[in-house]
């Protein structure tokens, strides 16, 4: 007898711009020319300073993570029915999320993931995520964080509510901070 095969949805993928990237890319190199026009223009004795190593040392890791992104073109986020993506974090499974955090701070919002487990095994982990984890935790409280500015057009809102659909009991809080709305 035939028996009915359930058919996996395909995943949901969320895509940045592509602008986003190459504006990282520019920074990147302006960051790494300017760092080394401070260190051809200042004295020797005071050659290595924190402007010049810190110029160059945030350039190359923007065009660096620019550069990651074009050339190795993963989904930003990508939602299915076994879990969610981050691209620069890799796959983390449903059962590993305890709750979702939709925050706003005065410039921006972030899509915060609250683990279950605080060292969580993360499937396809990406070196970038040495890069994003710390400042997540600075800016919004959370290693594994996403940040809408990055993300545009893309709106945490539309990513939120495939989360939901593919994970009706998933926890989804929002917090407004300093007179931001959700829209």
Known sequence: MDQLQEVPTPPTIFR???????????????????????????TTQSALTFPVLGAIISGTLSLLLGLHHLVRRSPD????????????????????????????????????????EPGPKLTE?????????PIGKIYAGYPLTV???????????????????????LVITRSEQSGLRWW
């Open 125 to 133: 982990r990406r070196w970038p995520r040495w890069v994003y984890g």
């Open 16 to 42: 940045s711009s592509w602008v986003r990237w190459l504006e990282l890319i520019l920074l990147g190199l302006i960051g790494i020319a300017g760092g080394w026009l401070l260190l051809v223009f200042t």
């Open 147 to 169: 940040s809408e500015r990055w993300l545009r057009p893309i709106s945490l809102d539309d990513i939120a509510d495939e989360l939901l659909r593919r994970n009706p009991g």
């Open 77 to 116: 986020v990508a939602v299915d029915d076994h879990g969610v993506t981050f691209g620069p974090f890799g796959r983390i499974p449903w059962a590993g999320i305890s709750r979702i955090h939709l925050r706003a701070s005065q410039t921006m919002r972030y899509l915060a993931i609250e683990l279950v």
